[in-house]
């Protein structure tokens, strides 16, 4: 069974910086493309950054040069550092992981930017 753990979200002020982290086993991380989705109330769920098994990554126009992905293999850690955030970047973010064409969800993290 594939887990994913998400943690790193909170509150911040716009302009401030979170890191968020999504964990699973080292089997899964070892094969799996993965990302990091957002909904916020009242819309749709969207991709905000991908990151392939490989490392090629890619960005929604929204978060492309402020929010980076990565993969830390040291701790099968995925991580989205995100920078100068915005009030519109208020969302439940979800990690997201693709094996072998099934595709798996975490639980979700609140990122809240407020004033």
């Known amino acids: 069974q594939v887990q994913l753990e998400e943690s790193g979200g909170g509150s911040v002020q716009p302009g401030g910086s979170l890191r968020l982290s999504c964990a699973t086993s080292?089997?899964?991380?070892?094969?799996?493309?993965m990302g990091w989705y957002r909904q916020a109330p009242g819309k749709q769920r969207e991709l905000a950054a991908y990151?392939?098994?490989?490392?090629?990554?890619n960005y929604a126009p929204s978060v492309k040069d402020r929010f980076f992905i990565s993969r830390d293999k040291a701790d099968n850690l995925v991580r989205l550092q995100m920078n100068s955030l915005k009030v519109e970047d208020t969302a439940v973010y979800y990690c997201?992981?693709?094996?072998?064409?099934?595709?798996?969800w975490g639980q979700g993290t609140q990122v809240t930017v407020s004033s």
């Open positions: 990151i392939s098994r490989g490392g090629e990554t």
């Open positions: 080292e089997s899964v991380f070892r094969v799996a493309d």
């Open positions: 997201k992981a693709w094996v072998n064409g099934d595709d798996y």
